[in-house]
């Protein structure tokens, strides 16, 4: 018998349901936003592009996007496929998975926003999702509560997926030699952050120190959380902030889109909101103080 059953969160599971929409994209979604509570996309049909955090994800039937509070993200569809990008929109709050912050949905493994579910899951989770989308079209009582429940089987299938994944990453790489022991967690740290201070005005993955240092993603995913308390991403936008806020300081009269570049954002808007996120104050206000 199991010992509890919250073996995955803090307590029981009981999302606030937001709400849930089945998306026909057929044109660019032009507002590059983001919201205060998490948006879970499954991609039904069809080819697209989603652009989150300025960088270019390609996405077919069967991806799955974890979109936390704060991650900005526009949908661009594919249309010479002449199948309409459909994507299934499930948007909640009040959740608190373990290793994650209150109101997060775990990423999967590696720390990636993005997943290709395998067929056997997939099969699953559109069931779901077609009897989601012939209750958004009911009008029948406890509407509300059944789209709920709908919201929890997809999440606990989700979470059942990652942990099943981790544990054949963790398996492989136990095989391949790459357990923490066996490696000089001081200095894999050490090479993860001397990466990205000498090239964080690039485009930076995670994949690539991955593939540079000849580890996975997940093992220096979870090495670096383990050893900083922090994960790799946050770690870059606040040597990103860092490095901003001293260009700034040193050449007040720059435009807003040349210190974004320069830190490695193509998006000055995106730059912006991080800026005024991490220091209270947009980098226009900050600069305009610096002005004479």
């Known amino acids: 018998m199991c010992q ?26 032009l507002n590059y936003h983001c919201h205060d509570f998490i948006e ?24 799955v996007i974890v979109l936390n509070p704060g991650t900005y993200h526009r949908s661009i569809p594919v249309v010479s496929t002449g199948r309409p990008l459909t994507e299934c929109y499930l948007a909640f709050t009040d959740v608190e998975f373990h290793n994650c912050p209150k109101n997060h949905f775990p990423l999967f493994p590696g720390y990636e926003i993005i997943s290709k579910l395998p067929s056997e899951n997939k099969k699953s989770l559109f069931a779901l999702c077609d009897s989601i989308a012939a209750e958004l079209d009911s009008q029948a009582a406890g509407r509300y509560f059944m789209l709920k429940s709908y919201l929890i089987q997809v999440l606990c299938l989700l979470e059942r997926y990652q942990m ?23 200095y894999v740290i050490q090479q993860i952050t001397k990466y990205m201070e000498e090239h964080y005005q690039e485009k930076i993955s995670l994949d690539q120190i991955a593939a540079n240092m000849y580890l996975s993603s997940f093992y220096i995913s979870k090495l670096f959380k383990s050893e900083t308390g922090d994960t790799p991403i946050n770690f870059l936008i606040s040597l990103r902030m860092k490095k901003a806020k001293a260009l700034l300081d040193e050449n007040p009269e720059c435009s807003i889109k040349w210190a974004a570049a320069s830190v490695g954002y193509d998006d000055a808007y995106h730059f912006s909101k991080l800026f005024k996120k991490y220091y209270g104050i947009s980098p226009l206000y900050y600069k305009a103080r610096l002005t004479p």
């Open 40 to 63: 879970i996309v499954i991609i039904l049909k069809g080819k697209g592009h989603f652009i989150i955090d300025d960088r270019d994800y390609a996405v077919e039937e069967g991806n």
């Open 164 to 186: 099943q994944t981790q544990t054949n990453e963790k398996k492989r790489e136990a095989a391949a030699g790459y357990e923490f022991k066996s490696v000089n967690k001081k």
């Open 4 to 29: 509890t059953p919250y073996d995955f969160t803090y307590s029981d599971l009981n999302p606030r349901f937001l709400f849930s929409c089945i998306q026909l994209r057929t044109e660019e979604e």
